[in-house]
């Protein structure tokens, strides 16, 4: 008989009919001549309940229905005679396929922390809450892609290993093939990387968006959707050493346009988990977070609030909170600051303008004053900065000299600067943190929650 999912069984309606369910056994609870088992087979955060008379079975078998095994059960479907589920399945078929001793089986019992599940990463999809998590990761990469493809956007693969710098003076990860005992030297004592499996030093990348600028000025309006690496050893709960981003570039956009296209890009996305992703969202709001559906809706209320830094910089300097970093011009906000102008002082999403250039990366289009970027900040509830971007630098001399000033190495970064010699444009994009939205999105509070395997210091277990 063909396997039918739990999604499937809850939304059509079958019952009267003879089914097939797959799943993982959820919780067991055993009367005098019944025992009644919840399967969960991922597809929802629902289970069903199954029935099984065990007179109708050998006890050996109905010993192993234990929770954490995995089962095959057949039988007819029919409306449920106990409280808390509509349907349930009177077993008349039960196959085991896996086993899980209930002595060791980590998730035997319900209500670990968030901290111990860390721990069993390979585990910890077989609970509700990181089902639910991981539904909504998809729902919303897949949303990501749809809102970029109707807008006629490409999708441009970006390398993953690269040779250059993309943020300028970031911490990244060495690719090498180099033997680390004994690497070939050059005659000064340093390593001799023209040796080495590209012929040059490379690392994995921080950013897609040097490369995306090239595709934008060729295919007008692309993205990349990938993973980036930054070695920092932040150890918050928003940063990771891989997460994936999303970049959007698009040729012929001025701020304006990109600070518009980043505010639709977002509410698109909050309402699509809204919309599609409920019941999981339902579960998250009551476990987690009893404000969080009612969150995503205020953000879809009201335009987002726009102002410069310099403008926000006097806000937080005169409203007399007591911060533990002081704010002054040409400081960069840390995330209580950024907080404050989202949650306390404007009560809705931010977008900060036109930063000091010192304190951003060199490729952002300089400022008539001389001293700010067109640079944007997109500020969160909770999380602070989710996006980044900026106008992109299309002055070649102006760019030029910024790089010098930065002390980058510019034979690294002749094929940008090419850009701008053979038909430059004025041009810009945005990166958008994908676990910094899913943070925001299902409520959770640690981005180790939102991707399934985290990388962060001193862990890469799974
Ligand atoms: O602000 P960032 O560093 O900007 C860039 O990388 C630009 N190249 C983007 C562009 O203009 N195309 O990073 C963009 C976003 C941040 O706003 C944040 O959401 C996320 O990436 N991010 C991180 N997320 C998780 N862990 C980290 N360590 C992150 N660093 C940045
Ligand atoms: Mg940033």
Known sequence: MERTKVADILQKGLSGTEINVKGWVRTRRDYKNIVFIAINDGSVIHNIQVVAETSNFDEALIKLLTTGSCVS?????????????????????????????????????????LEFLREIAHLRPRTNTFGAIFRMRHEMAYAIHRFFHEKGFYWLHTPIITGSDAEGAGAMFRVTTLDPLNPPKKEDGSINY??????????????????????????????????????????????????????????????????????????????TALQNCRADLEFLNKMYDNDLIARLESVLASPFERLTYTDAVEILKSCGHPFEYPVDWGTDLQSEHERYLVEKHFGKPVILTDYPKHIKAFYMKQNEDGKTVRAMDVLFPGIGEVIGGSQREEDYDKLY????????????????????????????GFGLGFERLMLFVTGMGNIRDVIPFPRFPQNAEF
Do not use: C
């Not at 070695?231 to 981003?245: Q, Y």
């Not at 510019?410 to 850009?419: G, H, N, Q």
């Open 73 to 113: 059960v057949e039988g007819m479907l029919v409306e449920s005679q106990g409280k808390g589920q509509a349907l349930e399945i009177q077993a008349s078929k039960i196959v085991v396929y896996g086993t899980a001793d209930g002595e060791k089986y980590p998730l035997q019992r319900k209500g670990h922390s």
């Open 194 to 271: 023209a040796e080495d499996f590209f012929g040059k030093e490379t690392n994995l990348t921080v950013s897609g968006q040097l490369e995306g600028e090239l595709g934008a000025l060729a295919l007008s309006q692309v993205y990349t959707f990938g993973p980036t690496f930054r070695a920092e050893n932040s150890n918050t709960t928003r940063h990771l050493a891989e997460f994936w981003m999303i970049e959007p570039e698009v040729a012929f956009f001025e701020l304006k346009e990109n600070m518009d296209l980043a505010e639709e890009f977002l509410k698109y996305l909050v309402s």
């Open 401 to 428: 000299q910024r790089i010098q000033e930065m002390g980058i190495h510019e034979k690294d970064l002749w094929w940008y600067l090419e850009t701008r010699k053979y038909g430059t444009a004025p041009h810009s």
